[in-house]
């Protein structure tokens, strides 16, 4: 199960690729209409880079519920 949860809002999304060119894991990629993915979410480690760099502030990212359950 993954630890964190990416939303992105393709509405708000512009496609400018930021997300993608900052996340150290690829975690990011772009889907057939040209908005930002999530391509990989077990290889996320919640580090925000693609939350801070968004310019749009179109991608959110959460700690899984399980894990806010646990804590």
Do not use: H
Request: charged content about 25%.
């Amino acid at each position: 199960m993954a630890k964190y949860i990416i939303d992105v809002r393709k509405n708000w999304c512009k496609s400018c690729g930021i997300c993608i060119d900052f996340c150290p894991k690829g975690v990011l990629g772009f889907d057939t209409e040209g908005k930002a993915a999530v391509l990989d979410l077990e290889s996320c480690t919640g580090c925000m880079m693609c939350e801070y760099r968004c310019p749009d502030f179109a991608i959110k990212v959460e700690g899984s519920e399980s894990n806010e359950a646990a804590s």
